[in-house]
Each structure stands twice: as structure tokens, then as C-alpha cells.
């Protein structure tokens, strides 16, 4: 079983739709939850990190942790043609080292 | 600030053949890491060093793989011999604190090996 696992895609939503993006992970010891983003061609960048259980907001994206359940998911709101891009979740464990998830390829249509 | 400089971005070798890359961190950006990532799969990180000592690579193929960060800032990642399974992209990225806290990657060199 793979520390962290996310659903490859891809996804294609109409522009304005809600989009929600998931990832499962079995390490307890995980204690930051990240999500990046990855346009074709580039590196990821961070777009949100959050520490505990709950929600985190930053304008049209939402990330959501459960540590009970060991799941995370990042929603975008009213999404944009320039949201489309690949979105990788990463997770770091107590030694700082990351685990990264295979991404989700994400299109969103005008 | 600039980002996180990498050379070349592109490069097709064949099998056996030899390769390097080159990354500039951020300046005064003391950890640097190189990361593959497969087509289709996340980023697997393969050296991590601090300042110029190499703090994790334990991931790091080292029969073919070799890296090193001379004075602690360019960093180079070589490849010798390379083989197929080989064929991804190599990100380098910074970070200057905790990574959570500001962690850059590069484009990446994409590499393809034939």
C-alpha cells in the first residue's frame, strides 16, 4: 500500500463548476497536508498547507483534512480555465519529509 | 526574488550514455533537494543536502546516480550510465526554513532516454 493515494484523473469540468480533488493516506505520523499545483512544464507550487483537522479557506479554495479517517481534499469554487493544471497532494511526516501523491489532472472547459 | 534556475530544460540521451544538471537555488536558500517525477506519478525526492552536506539519500540510485552542491550553492545531479526507466523529470527545489514554510521548485529538466 502507498503512503499517500490519489486519484490520477483526469477531470474535466465546466468553467463555474465546484471541483473536488481527494487523496487518502495511511501514515498516522503525517503532520502537515499540502496541496500543490502543477502547470505543464513547471514545478509544483504550494497553494495551501493546513495542520490540523478541519477546513482552511483561501479565496476560491478550500482544503479539508479528517485525521480520523486519514483523508484530505482540496475544493475549488467557481473554477477558472487557468485552474487547470495537475494538483498533487504532499504530506510531511515528523522528520520533514514529504510524500507526494500522483496528482490529478484537472481541465477545466470555457 | 528569482526562482529556482535549471539547466537544461530539455535533454534526449541514449541508453548507457551519460547526463548532468544544474541547478541555481534561491539566494541564501540553504536546503536543496532533487526530486524525479515520473510521468504520472508525484515527485520522489532523491538527495536532500544542507548547505553543502548531504543530509538524506537514501532514495538515491547510487550505482548511476551521483549529486553534489560545491560551496553550498549550484548543485548538480549526474546520471551514469543512463538507462530507460530512467526518462523523467528532474526538479530541484529550496527552501530557506522548515519546508513548509517556503519551498520552491524549478521547471524541471525533462529527460528522455532512448
Redesign the interface.
Known amino acids: 500500500q502507498k503512503e499517500?493515494e490519489?486519484d490520477?484523473g483526469p477531470l474535466s469540468v465546466p468553467e463555474g463548476a465546484i471541483v473536488s480533488l481527494n487523496c487518502t493516506y495511511s501514515n498516522s505520523a503525517f503532520q502537515?497536508f499540502?496541496w500543490y499545483r502543477q502547470y505543464s512544464?513547471?514545478?509544483?507550487?504550494?497553494l495551501m498547507?493546513t495542520y490540523s483537522s478541519g477546513n482552511k479557506e483561501d479565496g476560491r479554495f478550500t482544503a479539508q483534512v479528517d485525521k480520523s479517517s486519514k483523508y484530505i481534499s482540496l475544493f475549488i469554487r467557481d473554477s477558472q480555465p487557468s485552474d487547470s493544471a495537475t494538483y498533487?497532494c504532499?504530506m510531511?511526516d515528523t522528520g520533514?519529509?514529504?510524500y507526494?501523491?500522483?496528482?490529478t489532472s484537472l481541465t477545466v472547459i470555457p | 526574488e528569482a526562482g529556482v534556475a535549471q539547466s537544461p530544460r530539455y535533454k534526449i540521451i541514449e541508453k548507457r550514455q551519460s547526463v548532468a544538471f544544474w541547478c541555481n537555488p534561491i539566494s541564501g536558500h540553504a536546503t536543496l533537494y532533487w526530486y524525479q517525477q515520473i510521468l504520472g506519478q508525484g515527485p520522489k525526492l532523491l538527495i536532500q543536502f544542507q548547505n553543502n552536506g548531504v543530509v538524506d539519500d537514501s532514495q538515491l540510485p547510487k550505482d548511476r546516480f551521483s549529486a553534489e552542491r560545491l560551496k553550498g550553492v549550484d548543485s548538480t545531479l549526474k546520471i551514469q550510465p543512463a538507462k530507460l526507466e530512467d526518462s523523467a523529470v528532474y526538479l530541484c527545489a529550496s527552501s530557506s526554513g522548515p519546508p513548509i514554510l517556503g519551498y520552491t521548485f524549478g521547471s524541471g529538466t525533462r529527460l528522455t532516454v532512448v
Do not use: D, I, S
Not at chain 1, 100 to 103: A, I, K, N, Q, R
Open positions: 499517500v490519489q490520477p502537515y499540502m512544464r513547471k514545478g509544483p507550487e504550494l498547507y498533487l504532499a510531511l520533514n519529509q514529504f507526494f501523491g500522483t496528482g
